[in-house]
């Protein structure tokens, strides 16, 4: 009996308590109420609204934030390889090429650099040259590739960043890729030269990315550098 008057207790409590909830839904409900707008029609979020209004939200909904692909009207042409046309499988074909949007010359509107990746022929990487777009007015780009860069080093490349590491007001950058990384110095007067060897920053392990930051605090812009694995032809395993 015990038991049993447990159990019709418990069972008790619960329906006091599903009844207590029950009750104040339905006074929540009757403060907030459950409206019906301009045309009559219910509407559970207790709002009024006239048809003309839905047509508005939806027409805005419609027109919001579009983009179209303007890259032939804007003289840009570039073609990133990844070197899967040597049909190898090898993996570094998995990885692709950026972008970088910075102000190199000075004009306050950014310019586009673009690494290229580069080919895998005859067990061989090839490298390719970075391509520089200055951002010209109407919106439009003009390609300085062979007034920007002083020469023309070839890399196996991935990413590319910004900064202006030698404080001179003219933003700089690295490369990085297959092969180690490149360091473009500005030199103020819309061209660049590679600079890795003589900075101290040249190296010839994979790297993949980079990052520019004053890591030891002394005001002076330090290299971070993201490395990937050790492959090769030779270092070669099938898949």
């Keep these: 009996m015990a038991a049993g008057s447990q159990t ?4 008790g409590a619960w329906c006091l308590f599903t009844f207590a909830q029950l009750a104040l839904v339905l006074f929540l409900a009757g403060i907030s109420g459950c409206g019906v707008d301009d045309a009559g029609t219910p509407n559970s979020a207790g709002e009024s609204g006239s048809a003309d209004d839905r047509r508005s939200i939806a027409s805005d909904a419609a027109t919001a934030i579009q983009f179209r692909d303007i890259t032939p009207e804007a003289g840009v042409s570039v073609i990133a390889h990844n070197g ?3 049909h190898y499988l090898a993996i570094l074909e998995t990885l692709a090429a950026g972008v ?3 102000d190199y010359d000075g004009d306050d509107v950014p310019d586009l650099l673009f690494p290229q990746g580069g ?3 005859n067990e061989t990487v090839i490298g390719t040259f970075l391509r520089v777009f200055r951002n010209r007015p109407g919106g439009t780009f ?3 590739t062979d007034l920007a860069a002083s020469d023309h080093s070839l890399l ?14 003219w933003t700089d950058f690295v490369v990085t890729g297959y092969g180690g990384i490149l ?3 500005n030199l103020g007067d819309n061209t660049f030269r590679e600079v890795s060897q003589t900075s101290g920053v040249r ?3 994979w790297s993949t990315a980079a990052a520019w930051g004053d890591f030891d605090g002394d005001g002076d812009s330090d290299l971070y550098v993201a490395r990937y694995v050790d492959w090769s032809f030779e270092n070669h395993p099938a898949c």
């Design 183 to 185: 360091l473009y110095q």
């Design 203 to 205: 190296q010839e392990l």
């Design 156 to 169: 196996f490349s991935h990413g590319i960043v910004g900064c202006d590491y030698d404080n001179d007001g």
């Design 142 to 144: 003009q390609e300085a």
């Design 100 to 102: 970088a949007t910075v």
């Design 119 to 121: 080919l895998l022929e």
């Design 8 to 11: 019709s207790n418990n069972a």
């Design 84 to 86: 899967e046309s040597g």
